[in-house]
């Protein structure tokens, strides 16, 4: 890997993710990103120019807050997700594997002696996967509440031309669906976006699980997140309508000295129905599929 310390230090870049498939990932340095399959009409996260890439990290992509107990109030310490100046105790540091097929992002928090890492990849059958790494680098053990996952995902068929000048109508057509058995969130449209009298069906969906984190919790829900955040009891959803994909895995964990866990969040686009049976079928068995 190449490695840049202090990332934040230096004004935001722009970096490309290579893939042996059809995929496509522009990433900033901040963490904000757009991606997708094919070409921008396959979007998984919206396709926007760059200085909104750069500003985008608090509400598109990768998101994690991690509530860790303390003596006093638990602390809450989101990575990559505060600008420079309200960041904390903490060091930022990026790295590309020398192949360009691997991107993580590093943050250090010194008063926690924590580590997060996230390191975005692809994979031909399962579409982008997030792996998301944790580390105790203390000499306590550490217990905490975790959440994680991915926001502002778009619906399948979304139309490139659309994605940015009617956002907002983009979100009035959105539905976003969680399968209980097996925690995979669907984000479609309603109907394919037609300012004609007709039906107009759209028939695909993209998809996000996660692996790795047993006992956990889905929240699809933006609602959720705030109940999350204000320490107030989670309220179970399984469906939105008219908002912006989420999908967020909730789990308590406990961390020994020199311990660390690790959990994947995997999305993929334009799946059909089939498809989505058939991974339904593999989310049965997570250990197995995880591997």
Do not use: M
């Not at 509530?67 to 602390?75: L, M």
């Not at 179970?236 to 660390?260: F, M, N």
């Amino acid at each position: 890997y190449y490695q840049i310390c202090d990332v934040d230090a230096l004004p935001p870049f722009f970096i490309s993710l290579a893939s042996s498939g059809d995929h496509w990932l522009f990433i900033s340095s901040s963490s904000g990103l757009t991606a997708g399959r094919s070409s921008p009409e396959y979007a998984l996260f919206p396709y926007i120019p760059v200085d909104r890439i750069h500003e985008g990290h608090q509400h598109t992509g990768a998101l994690t807050h991690i509530k860790v107990q303390t003596e006093g109030q638990p602390q809450i310490w989101s990575p990559f997700f505060h600008q420079k100046p309200w960041k904390g105790p903490c060091t930022r540091n990026l790295y590309k594997n020398t192949l360009g097929t691997k991107i993580c992002f590093e943050e250090i928090h010194h008063e926690l002696q924590l580590t997060f890492r996230l390191t975005w990849s692809t994979s031909e059958q399962f579409g982008f996967v997030a792996s998301c790494e944790l580390l105790n680098h203390g000499q306590q053990t550490v217990a905490l509440t975790l959440l994680t996952g991915l926001q502002n995902i778009l619906p399948a068929n979304t139309p490139r031309a659309i994605q940015d000048s009617s956002s907002n109508l983009v979100d009035a057509y959105k539905r976003s669906e969680l399968d209980q058995q097996t925690a995979l969130g669907l984000y479609t449209l309603y109907s394919a976006i037609s300012d004609r009298a007709q039906a107009n069906e759209s028939l695909r969906a993209n998809t996000v699980f996660s692996l790795g984190l047993t006992d956990a919790e889905t929240l699809i829900s933006t609602e959720q997140l705030q109940q999350f955040l204000l320490n107030e009891q989670l309220v179970p959803t399984s469906e939105t309508k008219g908002v912006r994909g989420l999908h967020l895995t909730h789990a308590r964990l406990t961390l020994p000295p020199s311990q660390d866990q690790s959990w994947d969040i995997v999305a993929d686009t334009q799946s059909n129905q089939s498809q989505v049976i058939a991974l339904k079928s593999r989310l049965k068995d997570p250990t197995a599929l995880r591997q």
